[in-house]
């Protein structure tokens, strides 16, 4: 079955170190999202890609970078993390079918910067 | 102002009940409209787009006032599965475009 997967699902790391969080999809989707979920935000999207090579930047994109180098890869990086960048980051993807794309969501990966 | 506003509750209602949600959305341009639920420490699933003339989906009924930007999601006969958080979900673009979420409404379905 066509699944989206994130990793690693937690992770504890040092203020001023690079993090990567990986996100893949085997649906063969064009569009890929990330997202980082904060109490009383909601989601707010950080980095999206409409295909490869296409990289885009969200409503809270500073200290974060995204690539695609292909279709079922978007990986976020922290490129020196900071503590306000604890959260519950969220990939997602969609197919270009049109007015109503679902997205589908990762399981979720769970940062805590000390 | 957030883009998508919504009461965060959260609603205590007991089995059986019928429950509305209401979410307001400043941005005039949003094309798609959804609601996505999220179960505790969980990630967000569709429950169901949200069309102009209103739609159902077994007990879920959701609707759409674009005069007053406004979108709401009924549910009735409230089961304990129902329990979790609703997000209401706006798209400035057809399609493509990232989605704008809610802080979303919490529900407590209970015996």
């Known amino acids: 079955d066509a699944e989206i997967t994130q990793s690693p699902r937690h992770k504890i790391t040092e203020t001023g170190r690079q993090v990567t969080l990986a996100c893949h999809q085997t649906?063969?989707?064009?569009?890929m999202f990330w997202y980082r979920q904060d109490l009383g935000h909601g989601l707010r999207l950080i980095h999206y890609?409409?295909?490869?090579?296409?990289?885009n930047k969200g409503e809270v994109s500073d200290g974060y970078s995204v690539s695609r180098s292909n279709t079922e890869d978007l990986p976020l990086t922290l490129e020196s993390a900071a503590s306000s960048q604890t959260s519950v980051y969220f990939c997602?993807?969609?197919?270009?079918?049109?007015?109503?794309?679902?997205?589908?969501f990762g399981p979720g990966t769970r940062l805590t910067v000390l | 102002r957030k883009e998508v506003e919504q009461d965060p509750g959260p609603f205590n209602v007991p089995e059986g009940a019928t429950v509305a949600f209401n979410c307001t959305y400043s941005?005039?341009?949003?094309?798609?409209f959804f609601w996505y639920r999220q179960d505790c420490r969980k990630e967000p699933k569709l429950l169901m787009s949200v069309y102009s003339s209103g739609n159902e989906d077994g007990r879920f009924t959701a609707q759409l006032n674009r005069a007053s930007q406004y979108i709401s999601l009924l549910i009735r006969d409230s089961k304990l599965s129902d329990s979790a958080t609703y997000l209401c979900v706006v798209s400035s673009d057809t399609g493509r475009r990232a989605l704008t979420f809610g802080s979303g409404t919490r529900l407590q379905v209970q015996p």
């Open positions: 997602a993807s969609s197919e270009d079918r049109g007015r109503t794309d679902t997205q589908y």
């Open positions: 649906w063969n989707h064009n569009n």
């Open positions: 941005n005039s341009a949003s094309q798609s």
């Open positions: 890609s409409y295909g490869v090579q296409d990289t």
